[in-house]
T-cell receptor, first 115, second 115 residues
């Protein structure tokens, strides 16, 4: 069974640029969630995709967008990067959400630095 | 409102000491799920346990044990006979219908175990 993988591992961008982060879900999982973890903080929910549709969104501006593909892999896109976007971006996969039973398996993360 | 509070920011112990990590949660839902994750320096979140709101039995897994008390909205985690390899950041998280598809994380407790 393949776990959750993310690419790239590290990324350095400058303010105003755009970035795309990628995630492959664990085998058999159809739901992908993205989290942002700033230094010294807990992960903050960005959004979730279920069967290629957005299925919930946290308190993040529209410049954070995503996609899920038929094979359930996913992308997180961030436009007009700001310094505060520097963080560890975590992807998590799970089976279809029901009643909040949302056991999520996390990937190793992508560390984004915005200069 | 959904909220998870981990009041202990950092804990330092010496090997073989027992240590308890506190977690207090807030939710209006009657059905909810509580989680503990471990985040070693590598950054990947490692799932430790999931507990639903209807199961208040304490659980023990090796050196790990969890104490769930609905009366005090707490879900505490104890490591018995701590080891250096237990050094990590530990996160408590909440999932429920009110939270939608998100896991709500606390800010984490950094545990340092010295030899």
């Amino acid at each position: 069974e393949t776990g959750v993988t993310q690419s790239p591992t590290h990324l350095i961008k400058t303010r105003g640029q755009q970035v795309t982060l990628r995630c492959s879900s664990q085998s058999g999982h159809n739901t992908v969630s993205w989290y942002q973890q700033a230094l010294g903080q807990g992960p903050q929910f960005i959004f979730q995709y279920y069967r290629e549709e957005e299925n919930g969104r946290g308190n993040f501006p529209p410049r954070f967008s995503g996609l899920q593909f038929p094979n359930y892999s996913s992308e997180l896109n961030v436009n007009a990067l700001e310094l505060d976007d520097s963080a560890l971006y975590l992807c998590a996969s799970s089976l279809a959400w029901r009643d909040g039973d949302n056991e999520q398996f996390f990937g190793p993360g992508t560390r984004l630095t915005v200069l | 409102a959904q909220k998870v509070t981990q009041a202990q920011t950092e804990i330092s112990v010496v090997e073989k000491e027992d240590v308890t990590l506190d977690c207090v949660y807030e939710t209006r839902d009657t059905t909810y799920y509580l989680f503990w994750y471990k985040q070693p320096p590598s950054g990947e979140l490692v799932f430790l346990i999931r507990r639903n709101s209807f199961d208040e039995q304490n659980e023990i897994s090796g050196r790990y044990s969890w104490n769930f008390q609905k009366s005090t909205s707490s879900f505490n985690f104890t490591i018995t006979a701590s080891q250096v390899v237990d050094s990590a950041v530990y996160f408590c998280a909440l999932s429920s219908n009110q939270a939608g598809t998100a896991l709500i994380f606390g800010k984490g407790t950094t545990l340092s175990v010295s030899s």
